[in-house]
């Protein structure tokens, strides 16, 4: 028999009814005086255990080092509320926001669960069920291992479940590009009204990431130097000049909107999100008979550029790599004018270019 406590000290005791957790815990949180005069402890309970062993341990543990009891019982979704409230705040950018907002929105089997209540096959279990691709689920994993961290400093957890199992993604071998063949583009042309083709082309014909593309703003077209700013990730690729190939310059006058934000939008008018566009685009390659990644797009822009002898560093500006010859990146300006004469160089016309050596830096 255990020794009774003092007032104020909680208490132990047995619930009625047969349950698997008969033995429950509780603290005094404050006092109340009775009609009668005499003070009356508040409870609030710490939980149920399987054993009068396990609450009396629970018990002593919240006396030696008192938590707030109520965060225990935050959800899920309460306490990415809590978290992202914090660390969106540290985030340049709108479109990281929405990496994370995805990845959360891909949770929702587990919302309404109770933080400790959540275990490693929970976790597992809604990465392997969601319905997107690897980067997406690698992006879960990486918000669970930022929320858990959170709950670990606030004391809403006693152990991080993030950390016990590893997400592998297949692992994308860079080597190994699919460039689109000059007869399959001229097939998109050929389907250029169907659903997001003509953003394809788009990207075929500027080398700009399928992500960079979709955060092009209408306020960034020049239409008397057909030019346009974009681009993120680095910072050689953020906020570059873009030349509009004299091909494409027809989509971004179609696409154009002064009154909306960005120049390719979804059936709604409203943003397209990219797994919007890659469900888009595996449709269209589907239809098509092709077999390609939306990245891919941009491979076959820098294998052409390539294969006409384009200079590298100007190549460089356009799709927005490093360029690591100090002479070239310091004291040489180029004018618009040199990228667009570059940029004209791009024509997928007549043979399909050669591949490009192993070793380039293809993102």
């Known amino acids: 028999m255990s020794m009774k406590r ?10 009625s009814g047969k349950r698997r957790k008969p033995w ?21 309970p710490i939980g149920t255990f399987p054993s009068r062993v396990a609450a ?24 990415y509320n809590l978290w992202s409230a914090e660390y969106f705040s540290t985030l340049k950018s709108k479109s990281s926001v929405r990496t994370v907002t995805a990845a959360y929105n891909h949770c929702k089997p587990i919302h309404n669960m109770r933080m400790r ?32 961290k959170y709950c670990l400093i606030h004391e809403i957890v006693d152990v991080d479940y993030s950390a016990l199992f590893v997400h592998k993604v297949g692992k994308r071998n860079k080597l190994n590009r699919c460039p689109f063949l000059n007869s399959e583009i001229a097939s998109l042309w050929k389907w250029e009204n169907y659903g997001i083709t003509d953003m394809i082309l788009f990207c075929l014909y500027s080398g700009f990431r399928p992500s960079e593309m979709l955060l092009l703003e ?53 943003f397209m999100t990219y797994d919007q566009y890659r469900g888009r685009f595996k449709h269209i390659m589907s239809q098509l008979n092709m077999t390609h990644t939306p990245h891919e797009t941009r491979h076959t822009f820098i294998t052409c550029a390539k294969a006409k002898h384009m200079d590298d560093n100007l190549l460089k500006m356009i799709v927005g790599h490093e360029i690591t010859d100090i002479t070239e990146s310091v004291y040489t300006h180029r004018p618009a004018s040199d990228l667009a004469v570059a940029m004209a160089l791009i024509d997928y016309s007549g043979d399909d270019p050669a591949a490009i050596p192993a070793g380039f830096d293809w993102d």
């Open 117 to 148: 209540d959540l275990r490693v096959a929970h976790l597992q279990g809604v990465i392997r069920d969601a319905k997107t691709g690897d980067s997406t689920k690698g992006r879960m994993k990486s918000l669970f291992n930022m929320m858990y």
């Open 218 to 270: 209408n306020k960034n077209v020049d239409f008397d130097r057909w030019m346009v700013v974009g681009g993120m990730k680095t910072e050689a690729g953020r906020d570059r000049l873009v030349p509009i190939h004299e091909k494409v310059r027809h989509i971004v006058k179609r696409h154009f909107d002064a009154n909306r934000r960005y120049l390719f939008r979804n059936e709604k008018n409203e």
């Open 56 to 79: 009396e341990t629970a018990l002593n543990n919240y006396l030696q080092n008192p938590y707030d009891i109520n965060s225990r019982q935050l959800t899920f979704s309460e306490v």
């Open 24 to 44: 429950a815990a509780r603290v005094t949180v404050g006092w109340d005086l009775s009609e009668d005069g005499r003070l009356r402890q508040i409870y609030q």
């Open 6 to 15: 003092p007032n104020g000290a909680g208490s132990v005791y047995k619930l």
